[in-house]
């Protein structure tokens, strides 16, 4: 009982601010989702991994270590979900990104936040700083035919993150007016992440519902299974492994379907997988929050 109530105060506030957008929408109210998710990935997103990064008591081996984790997790979901896709005779150009790129952000970063606290949030942005970075490169590549890696440098959470983890690992401290104003510009990066989650749902359709019912299963088991050797391989500690296994767990980027929309690949098939594994994510995340508490 106990830990049913618990599973319930993590997660229902990630859902409650994710109805109030897909409310805000059907209402009929507007809402600019381009000029939202550029203050969020542009500002807010930054200044939370940087005072995330700054403020941690994580030692920074375990960061480290982390971080090594991410990137040999990504790697391996890289390349199941690609004999996945060529198995079942999918589009790879279509299907790949989605089936490798989980909702890190939007509702990775505030379920570690809400599971796990500032300690949880500290591990989660290494581990979306090392998706970004891989979305940004591997995965624009994947829909448009070519990455670019000054994109990624020029992205301001990686220089937040990369700036965070050197503030981490010298224990500097900005002045505390600074650290305020930038704390305070962070905090509104998580409600905006999730009602604008709420937003895009809303406003996108299912397509081929079947083929993304089994496609956002698989991805589920295949992302959660993986990502869980990963983590044991590297012998993180509990709290470092249950967010590398939420954060790749969770349901396809809201990401995916903009990169399909923009490089001509099939974005109603990607708008249907988002949808569906966003809705059997009200499942799925209480269920693996309980095997990893």
């Not at 937003?199 to 299974?225: D, E, N, Q, Y």
């Not at 939420?246 to 990607?270: M, N, R």
């Not at 966003?278 to 269920?287: C, D, G, K, N, R």
Request: charged share 10%.
């Amino acid at each position: 009982m106990n830990l049913a109530i618990t599973v319930l105060e993590i997660t229902a506030p990630v859902f409650i601010l994710a109805a109030v957008g897909f409310a805000w929408v059907k209402a009929g109210f507007e809402y600019r989702v381009e000029f939202v998710t550029r203050l969020a990935m542009t500002l807010a997103v930054p200044c939370l991994i940087f005072t995330a990064l700054m403020k941690t008591e994580i030692d920074p081996q375990a960061l480290t270590t982390l971080s090594l984790a991410s990137v040999a997790a990504y790697a391996a979901v890289s390349i199941g979900a690609y004999l996945l896709v060529k198995l079942t005779r999918l589009d790879v150009r279509t299907f790949l990104a989605p089936i490798i790129f989980s909702n890190t952000g939007n509702l990775g970063l505030p379920l570690a936040l809400f599971a796990f606290g500032q300690v949880g949030l500290g591990y989660a942005v290494v581990v979306f700083a090392v998706m970004a970075i891989w979305s940004f490169t591997f995965g624009v590549w994947l829909v448009a035919g070519g990455g670019s890696l000054l994109k990624v440098v020029k992205e301001p959470l990686v220089g937040a993150t990369v700036l965070g983890g050197i503030f981490l690992w010298q224990g500097w401290q900005t002045p505390q007016f600074l650290t305020n104003a930038l704390d305070l510009i962070g905090q509104i990066a998580i409600p905006i992440m999730l009602i604008t989650l709420g937003v895009a749902v809303a406003r996108m359709t299912p397509g081929h519902l079947g083929r993304a019912i089994w496609i956002s299963a698989a991805k589920l088991v295949l992302c959660f299974s993986l990502t869980w050797v990963v983590g044991r391989m590297f012998a993180l500690d509990d709290t470092a492994f249950a967010v590398l296994v939420i954060q790749l767990s969770t349901p396809v980027a809201v990401t995916s379907y903009l990169l399909a929309e923009k490089y001509g690949a099939d974005s109603d098939s990607v708008a249907g997988l988002v949808v569906v594994s966003t809705l059997m994510s009200v499942i799925a995340i209480p269920v693996m929050l309980a095997v990893l508490l």
